[in-house]
């Protein structure tokens, strides 16, 4: 999904999406620093990491890679897991809040959208499956089970010390890896599966408030 082209065919609609989409992937990053901090580590903090401000953030090749193939990401927010406690807790926590973040994002723009709290004929009626289709492929992805991505943290936290130093190894290879993985299509079964299982928690969530 290239949201490029809303900029030429349709700038009043791409602006405040491109809005809505950037602070997707810095509440995303905030929500990890806010996370730690519950769990003892001041490091983002110390680095003004838990702002708002977009430019404490942003991130120029993941900006552009959310506006070109419909996912990106900002800076990482500076966590120092060994200050967490308790630690395996404190790990799985971390790296779930920003996945749970895009979550309850696209449950936002969903209920907002389904519950007619805009009107039809509005430009928010045109953004919000966007926004909620693009964070739940932002929560999808950063589920993947690959170091750097939230999904390798999260198994992290299960695994035995000599587990998790093994996969930490393979952080240095990291991004390389998922490059190759996703222009050769292997990845795509994962993330739909992903995908569907995001869905499903939605669909728990939305059923909380009919």
Same mark, same amino acid.
């Given at each position: 999904?290239?949201?490029?082209?809303?900029?030429?065919?349709?700038?009043?609609?791409?602006?405040?999406?491109?809005?809505?989409?950037?602070?997707?992937?810095?509440?995303?990053?905030?929500?990890?620093?806010?996370?730690?901090?519950?769990?003892?580590?001041?490091?983002?903090?110390?680095? &003004?990491?838990?702002? $708002?401000? !977009?430019?404490?953030? *942003?991130?120029?090749?993941?900006? #552009? =890679?959310? %506006? /070109?193939?419909?996912?990106?990401?900002?800076?990482?927010?500076?966590?120092?897991?060994?200050?967490?406690?308790?630690?395996?807790?404190?790990?799985?926590?971390?790296?779930?809040?920003?996945?749970?973040?895009?979550?309850?994002?696209?449950?936002?723009?969903?209920?907002?959208?389904?519950?007619?709290?805009?009107?039809?004929?509005?430009?928010?009626?045109?953004?919000?499956?966007?926004?909620?289709?693009?964070?739940?492929?932002? &929560?999808?992805?950063? $589920?993947? !089970?690959?170091?750097? *991505?939230?999904?390798?943290?999260? #198994? =992290?936290? %299960? /695994?035995?010390?000599?587990?998790?130093?093994?996969?930490?190894?393979?952080?240095?290879?990291?991004?390389?890896?998922?490059?190759?993985?996703?222009?050769?299509?292997?990845?795509?079964?994962?993330?739909?599966?992903?995908?569907?299982?995001?869905?499903?928690?939605?669909?728990?969530?939305?059923?909380?408030?009919?």
């Amino acid at each position: 999904m290239s949201l490029l082209r809303l900029l030429l065919n349709a700038p009043h609609v791409f602006l405040p999406l491109a809005v809505l989409l950037l602070y997707s992937v810095i509440a995303h990053e905030v929500a990890h620093g806010w996370c730690a901090r519950l769990f003892g580590d001041e490091t983002a903090a110390r680095y &003004g990491r838990l702002t $708002l401000n !977009p430019l404490s953030h *942003l991130n120029l090749t993941g900006t #552009l =890679m959310l %506006f /070109l193939v419909g996912f990106g990401w900002a800076k990482p927010v500076p966590v120092n897991y060994a200050n967490l406690k308790p630690i395996r807790l404190g790990v799985f926590c971390v790296a779930l809040a920003g996945c749970a973040t895009n979550i309850l994002i696209a449950a936002g723009a969903i209920y907002v959208q389904q519950g007619h709290l805009v009107r039809a004929d509005s430009i928010f009626s045109a953004i919000l499956p966007i926004v909620a289709r693009i964070n739940i492929m932002l &929560g999808a992805f950063n $589920l993947i !089970p690959i170091p750097p *991505l939230d999904g390798s943290k999260i #198994l =992290m936290s %299960f /695994l035995p010390d000599g587990a998790q130093r093994s996969l930490a190894w393979l952080e240095r290879y990291g991004f390389a890896m998922l490059i190759l993985l996703l222009f050769t299509g292997w990845l795509n079964p994962l993330i739909a599966l992903t995908e569907r299982f995001i869905y499903s928690v939605l669909g728990l969530l939305l059923s909380l408030f009919r």
